[in-house]
């Protein structure tokens, strides 16, 4: 599915410069289910936002299902962005102005698909994580559990291969987190690959591969029998 | 604790740079128009009230109503033996004085001059108070030969020498009078509606006037001032008004109908200081101007500075996010709402009080240019008589308060804990709120929508002006003005013995197409009304009168509609006779006299075609009244052509060929060569009347000067509207970069969905371009009932098409959309994964 290649992320400010990824080789296949856990600026986020085309490494190889990213144009990336990656983040990151339906229809809006097809997936995808008697309330409305059920929701509508999960249980209480890692477990099972950041180890057992990092590297990688 | 509040507001300005600038900006130009249209507004609001004695004196106004177009004209001038006969029947009027302006030639040292001489009754003085700087004003003025004159003219004419008991030479009526300098007068300000720089005494045997002169209700050449007895007003008179016009205006004789004076006009005193807002704007000393312009005037300053206001209320409210966590730990540590309260009412007056000094300093640079540009006098003072400071520093405390209360209620009202809880910076969860306290920003899109509606009408209005003075100017009025040269001072008793010949060796010039006299030229002042008889009309017919001679329609370009031009060779076209002479009235009353109509004059006649009215006969009154009315036939008909403003509509004309009296002369010059042959012509002028200076205009510049004070106004709305469009176009762009900020997440969330730079920059465009769409729905209609009102002072005038309005909306659109685009573009490049990081 992707490639990461002696991969090096930066940042500078006048004075410093911080590593935040050295030299990270990594392999992740189709359908595979990774949980990339590490201590608190380990360079987890970093990694996800390169593999999910939000950032760019500032040194190294990325390939993405055969085709090299990492000096793609910023119009070319959002382009396989939206067609091939879905994204689910701890804080929801949910618009408060829209409905819960409009959310989740904002992930089809830069598609080009009718309004009654973009109606149809919304009503099915809404129907498939529990949500769709919430449909026409704000994600104010909603508890932490909901909001997250609608953020999944926002993610797969699109039916993307790859979903790039960022602790999304990190501010649901234990039923709710259990909750959604039932659902990204279906969504693996489905033929999605999956990639999540965590600090639960629970919720890592949920992954076939778990990637530990420390202080910008690669610690150690365990695969997990099927 | 002051200490800590100065230091956070100053910290907190220096922090946001960006929007404190447009804070303090905005703010200082919606002061600075502000204070500047007030001052306009105060130096028209107090015309005449630095003249002493101004409570007791009064003008005698003129009001016309015409009866056959419903038209009322109201004149400052008003006839002689008006101010006689209110004197005498009205125990309130404490006395009278007539003025009469003349323009004599002025003879000094050998070298004649003209200028404009006030000829003012010997009690002028103690009614209009102009104060005098050297001089006894119970003296100056007592003798007929005394002369005054002001400040810098006799600075002008004698230079450092001692004006006083100096002589200087008039020639009235062809008469050389001496008059000696009595006294200085202080200059007259600008703010008056009296002009004159010299004043001699009024001396009815210089001035030539027929007896009637003194008896006729309807001869306006003069003005007559008023002083009434202390603690009375016209309400006092007026209820007697119309008993005292039956009283004394005796009715005349018109071919059989009685005819009153008192029938079609009224008269009403106007203070002094109300003279110049006044409703009589015909035959002013100076411009006039109307009340509602000084009010629009102030409207449009008040609303500016509304405008600067909603900005930084809207600013600071959808800013106030940024202070939450500030506000919410000052509570948490025990501080109460009202402290809080004072605390941002007084940031928000540190920023009035800096904006104010901004404005003050754009005030002092403007104002001498703007004075300039109106023709005002304005002037900005602190201290003393009609100081600023006082209405400054209430001004500064007024847009403190009033722009600052909003937010400083919003601030202090947020609840601690959810912001504290967070762990954020505040701008979410406050803003969050702030948003739901605003409707979501249903409040701030209006406001938004108010400022660009207004813009949006003032630039409507500017280009309407603009185009109608542009069309005024330029349109055809119906003879050609290239190469078009008017003489004045044709009519002096000095050039008239010699003035046929002059007008003949001139018409000798090679490059001299055509010369003719007239007694109405290129927006000459006379108006000479007439009432004539129709046969089978019962009623008389009302008239204009002008003398031409058989150049002038050649000058003019002007070929007869129907039937013929003047002719030397025809006796019966010469309506001239000796003056006193009353064998020849009557001969020529016997005879009957041609003359030529315009095409409004026949129609005004009661024919339907110009064809029609050739050969027909009327009855006019050409000649003293014993002789009855001569019979006049009409022997051809010219075109109308615009010689006054576009706001009149053509009189109705009879000329008359009678060279007794001309007052200007028009010369056609080759064009090509039109400077060299003007000078052709003042030589051979020079030659006949070297006492009498040459005065000439060409046509298009005494038009364009026609125009001057719409051009002005036009200039002044489009100032003002650029200020109006620019303090939106702040607001605009600092709630553009606001909720921009503020969208950071959202433009996050989309762009992770595969949104594109150009989908950000359309729904960030697009998002504030709406209002601006919106505001036309509420500025047209305005603007076109405004406009309509304006236009319908016209009688020509341009179309109120859907253009103006069109192009207004798209011009503040585009201004709108150019505004935040600059901040779309740079919000909609930053990289989704910074939007999205959380804390």
Known sequence: ??????????????????????????????????????????????????????????????????????????????????????????????????????????????????????????????????????????????????????????????????ILADEPTGNLDTAHGEEVMRMLRALNDDGATIVMVTHSPAHADYASRTVNMLDGRVLIETRRAA | MLKNYMTVAFRSLANNRAFALINILGLAIGMAACLLLLLFVRYETTYDQWLPGHETAYQVQTFHNDPENGRTSAQQMSAYVVGRTLAKDFPEIAQVAYVSMGKPVILQDGAATTAEVMMAERNFLDIVQLPLVRGDRRTAFRDMNSLLLTQSEAAKRFGSADPMGKTLSMVR??????????????????????????????????????????????????????????????????????????????????????????????????????????????????????????TTFALIALLILTMACINFTNLSTARAGHRAREVALRKVMGASRRQLIIQFLGESLLVAGLAMVVALAIVELVLPRLSDFLGADLNLRYFGDGGVLLPVLGLTLLVGL????????????????????????????????????????????????????????????????????????????????????????????????????????????????????????????????TLVRVDGNPQPVLMSSYNVDTGFFKAMGLKPLAGRDFDRANPHDDAQFPEG????????????????????????????????????????????????????????????????????????????????????????VDAARAGAVRDKVEAVWKSYAAQVPFEAQFADAIVAQQYDADEARAKTFAGFAGLAIFVACLGLYGLAAFTAERRTREIGIRKVLGARNRDIVRLLVWQFSRPVLIANLIAWPVAWWLMRDWLDGFARRIDLGPQWFVLAGLLAAGIAAATIIGHALRVASRSPALALRYE
């Open chain 2, 402 to 529: 009033a722009a600052g209360a909003y937010p400083a209620l919003v601030l202090s009202g947020f609840d601690p804990a959810p912001v504290l809880k967070s762990n954020r910076s505040g701008t979410e969860t406050a803003s969050g709120g702030v948003a739901r306290l605003f409707g979501a920003g249903g409040l701030r899109s209006a406001l938004v929508v108010l400022q660009f509606a207004v813009s949006i009408a003032l630039t409507i209005c500017t280009a309407v002006v603009t185009a109608q003075t542009f069309y005024a100017r330029s349109a055809d009025a119906g003879y050609s003005r290239d190469g078009l040269l008017q003489v004045t001072g044709i009519g002096r008793k000095q050039i008239q013995p010699v003035a046929d010949n002059m007008v003949e060796a001139i018409g000798r010039i090679d490059g001299v197409h055509g010369v003719g006299r007239t007694t109405i030229g290129v927006a000459t002042d006379s108006r000479i009304n």
């Open chain 1, 1 to 162: 599915m992707l490639k990461l290649s002696s991969l090096r992320k930066a940042y500078r400010t006048e004075s410093v410069e911080t590593t935040a990824l050295d030299n990270i080789d990594l392999q992740i296949d189709a359908g595979e289910f990774v949980a990339i856990m590490g201590p608190s600026g380990c360079g987890k986020s970093t990694l996800l936002n390169i593999i999910g085309l939000l950032d760019r490494p500032t040194a190294g190889d990325y390939s993405l299902e055969g085709r090299e990213v990492a000096r793609l144009t910023e119009n070319e990336l959002t382009d396989i962005r939206k067609r091939r990656i879905g994204f689910i983040f701890q804080n929801f990151n949910l618009i408060d102005e829209l409905s819960v339906r409009e959310n989740v229809e904002l992930a089809l809006l830069y598609h080009g698909i009718s309004a009654a097809e973009r109606k149809t997936r919304v009503d099915a995808v809404l129907d498939k994580v529990g949500i769709a008697h919430r449909a026409g309330h704000r994600p104010s409305q909603l508890s932490g559990g909901q909001q997250q059920r609608v953020a999944v929701a926002r993610a797969v509508v699109a039916a993307p291969p790859m």
């Open chain 2, 581 to 668: 002479d009353m064998a020849a009235q009557a001969a020529l009353a016997g005879r009957g006299i041609n003359i030529l109509v315009n095409a409004s004059g026949a129609k005004q006649l009661g024919f339907a075609n110009p064809a029609d009215a050739v050969g027909k006969t009327i009855r006019t009154g050409m000649v003293d009244e014993k002789f009855g009315l001569v019979p006049t036939t009409i022997v051809g008909v010219v075109p109308d052509i615009q010689l006054r403003s576009f706001r009149e509509p053509v009189e109705p004309i009879m000329f008359v060929y009678d060279r007794s009296y001309m007052s200007d002369m028009v010369v056609r």
């Open chain 2, 173 to 294: 009526n062809g008469k050389t009078v001496d008059y000696r300098v009595t006294g200085i007068l202080k200059d007259i300000p600008r703010n008056s509606h009296i002009k004159m720089a010299y004043l001699v005494p009024f001396n009815p045997d210089l001035m030539g006037w027929q007896p009637e002169f003194y008896k006729a209700y309807g001869w306006n050449s003069g003005y007559n001032y008023v002083q009434l007895k202390p603690g009375k007003s016209f309400a006092d008179i007026e209820p007697r008004l119309a008993a005292w016009e039956k009283r004394n205006i005796a009715p005349n004789n018109v071919g059989g109908t009685m005819v009153s004076e008192g029938d079609t006009t009224d008269w009403k005193l106007a203070p002094v200081t109300a003279v110049h807002l006044g409703p009589a704007t015909d035959s002013a000393m100076t411009p006039t101007n109307d009340a509602k312009s000084i």
